[in-house]
């Protein structure tokens, strides 16, 4: 069980809070993890649909699902756990968001410091001459849409087969080392490069609060604590409690 008064406390008294964010503080937005039996991976195989290569060989079939990935995240909005993040932010105790999420519900939400480890939606870019266009100005009546060059346009996502953005992957270990505090919240951390960032935060001496549903391979190894409730109602209990505290 825990203390959510201690807990709080310990989060006033950090220097430098972080957080990780995965698929599941976006749940609650009304999108399904992608490795969930509602998720896109389960209709469209990611090495047949969301590989580079795969894009590269055939934009007009590729699009058919990142059509539907943009029509999913376009219709979410941000929740409980979103705007708690940010309003810590406001506070300023937590530094920095990473997240592994391409949906920007952390900015929609009012974030500012947010680390984006796979990219966004909010531009497509020619994989070409790398031309870059607001989403919201480029027309999907037609896929794929083309650039003036004639090539297909991307979302500037990371797909399967392309390296994590240097400068995203440099940002995230320059907050995680500076970090006493992180909360991963809705990752269970395994997939590389963003495993490293808890077990980096833990080497250097931060305490690490895990919000997840279920038990992760943090949990035992490196968490100091686990809490099995939903980041949309254990957020704001935290930032409840933090309010609480002010004299």
Known sequence: MYDLERLAERLRQSRY????????????????????KNGLWSRFDPME???IDSFRADPQKIWKMLFEMDVLVGNAKPNAAH???AELESMGILKAVVTQNIDSLHQRAGSVNVIEFHGHGRTLRCDRCHKKFDRMAVSLERLP??????????PEIVFFGEDIPMEAYRQAMAATRRCDFMFVVGTSATVAPASFLPRAAKDNGAFLLEVNLTKTQLTENYSDMHIAESAAVMLP???????SNVT
Not at 26 to 36: A, K, T
Not at 145 to 154: A, D, E, N, V, Y
Not at 237 to 243: E, R, S, V
């Open 17 to 36: 809070a972080i957080a990780l964010t995965g698929a599941g503080i976006s749940v609650e937005s009304g999108i399904p993890d992608f490795r969930s």
């Open 49 to 51: 649909f969301a590989h």
């Open 83 to 85: 705007y708690a993040l």
């Open 145 to 154: 849409p083309l650039c003036s060059c004639g090539s297909s346009l991307r």
């Open 237 to 243: 209990a935290i930032l409840a409690q933090l309010n």
